[in-house]
Structure formats: structure tokens, C-alpha cells
T-cell receptor, first 114, second 113 residues
Framework: DAGVTQTPRHEVAEKGQTIILKCEPV?????LFWYRQTKIQGLELLSY????????DGGAFKDRFKAEMLNSSFSTLKIQPTEPKDSAVYLC????????????FGEGSKLTVL | QQKVQQSPESLTVSEGAMASLNCTFS??????FRWYRQHSGKGLEVLVS????GEKEEGSFTAHLNRASLHVFLHIREPQPSDSALYLC?????????????FGQGTVLSVIP
């Protein structure tokens, strides 16, 4: 059974570019989360989907960050335009659906913005 | 708003010595606690989940929850160098909560042979 798959694993972008990160959740999972991880801030929630519906969009990340879930097995996170401060690891996680269920994480996409 | 803090920021122990990590949270109604481990360049793997006061053991990992004091601890018995990683505490209020998992900043554990 495949876990959470994220691509690309590494991305280098120039300031102002648009980048798209991809995530395939565990098959059958209804909840999907995008997190940003930095040494200073730790893990910050960007978006949360339940059954493809956006439940939370991470407040402070609204303006340049857009997560979408076009079908139950695929999600994207678009950052447009990128800024150097967006350099971080972006983690995708999925959960079966019950609120007490554990999250399964992908290995992350490391973004470097020059 | 839930605040989760972990201490120490980093911890070095010798192989085989007990390692103890601390996590404090602010929402006394929290009822869903997990410890995750993250090796460098990898995703998070769950180690132990605990939902009520007391202890929960999973292999060499024991979580100890005391909601009255707003603490959840992780004890690692006989750690090995392969246990060197970032350890993250995650807290949620599943009942009547907003379903949002809040993470601590993490403790970097180094286990030296």
C-alpha cells in the first residue's frame, strides 16, 4: 500500500516564479493537509481538505499560496509569485477521516527560492 | 489559540541511556496527543498516540500524559544512534475542536555510540 507521495522532492526557483508542488494521499484517505516546515517556525498549516472540500486555508498564507484538490487522489500547492522567504520544506499529509486518526506524511518537497 | 512548546530544543544522550522529552500545551480541553519522529530529509512517522491521562507504550517509546499539568512526555528506552532525529509533539482537540493539529517546534535528539 503506497504512502503519501510528494513531487518534486527538491525545487529551486527564482524570485517571482510560479511553482507547483504535488501530492498523492494514501488511497482511501478523506483528509489532506499541507504544511510548511522551517527551523524557525516549525510546522505551519497551509491548507486542510476534507473529501476534496477546502476546510481551512491557513489564514496568513492566503495571498500567494493556493492549494487545490481536483480529485480524491491528487492535490497541488501553487506558490505565485515565489519569494525567498518561501524557502522551506512543504509537507503533505493525509488521514482516513476520523478526527482522532493519525496523519501519514510524505517525505516533503524542499523549495529553495533564490 | 493552542500553543505547544517542547523542551529541550536539543538533547544528547549516550546509547542505551534513557531519553526524556517534554511537551507542554495550553488548551486544557485537548484530548488527542501524538509524538512523531522525523529523520533528516524524511517525512514524519508517528511513534505513539495517547488520548487519556496515564502512560502508553509502543515498543521503546512511552508517552506520559498529565492534562492537569498540561504536559505530555516522551521517554525513549535504550535509544540507539538510529534514533537520532527531530521529535515533534502534536496536540489536537478532537471533541468539539476545529480539527487542527498544532505542532511543537521539536527536540533534536542525538544518540552517541
Amino acid at each position: 500500500d503506497a504512502g503519501v507521495t510528494q513531487t518534486p522532492r527538491h525545487e529551486v526557483a527564482e524570485k517571482g516564479q510560479t511553482i507547483i508542488l504535488k501530492c498523492e494521499p494514501v488511497s482511501g484517505h478523506n483528509d489532506l493537509f499541507w504544511y510548511r516546515q522551517t527551523k524557525i517556525q516549525g510546522l505551519e498549516l497551509l491548507s486542510y481538505f476534507r473529501s476534496k472540500s477546502l476546510m481551512e486555508d491557513g489564514g496568513a498564507f492566503k495571498d500567494r499560496f493556493k492549494a487545490e484538490m481536483l480529485n480524491s487522489s491528487f492535490s497541488t500547492l501553487k506558490i505565485q509569485p515565489t519569494e525567498p522567504k518561501d524557502s522551506a520544506v512543504y509537507l503533505c499529509a493525509s488521514r482516513l477521516g476520523e478526527v482522532t486518526g493519525q496523519l501519514y506524511f510524505g517525505e516533503g518537497s524542499k523549495l529553495t527560492v533564490l | 489559540q493552542q500553543k505547544v512548546q517542547q523542551s529541550p530544543e536539543s538533547l544528547t544522550v549516550s546509547e542505551g541511556a534513557m531519553a526524556s522529552l517534554n511537551c507542554t500545551f495550553s488548551d486544557r480541553s485537548s484530548d488527542n496527543f501524538r509524538w512523531y519522529r522525523q529523520h533528516s530529509g524524511k517525512g514524519l512517522e508517528v511513534l505513539v498516540s495517547i488520548f487519556s491521562d496515564g502512560e502508553k507504550e509502543e515498543g521503546s517509546f512511552t508517552a506520559h500524559l498529565n492534562r492537569a499539568s498540561l504536559h505530555v512526555f516522551l521517554h525513549i528506552r535504550e535509544p540507539q544512534p538510529s534514533d537520532s532525529a527531530l521529535y515533534l509533539c502534536a496536540v489536537n482537540r478532537a471533541t468539539g475542536g476545529n480539527n487542527k493539529l498544532t505542532f511543537g517546534q521539536g527536540t533534536v535528539l542525538s544518540v552517541i555510540p
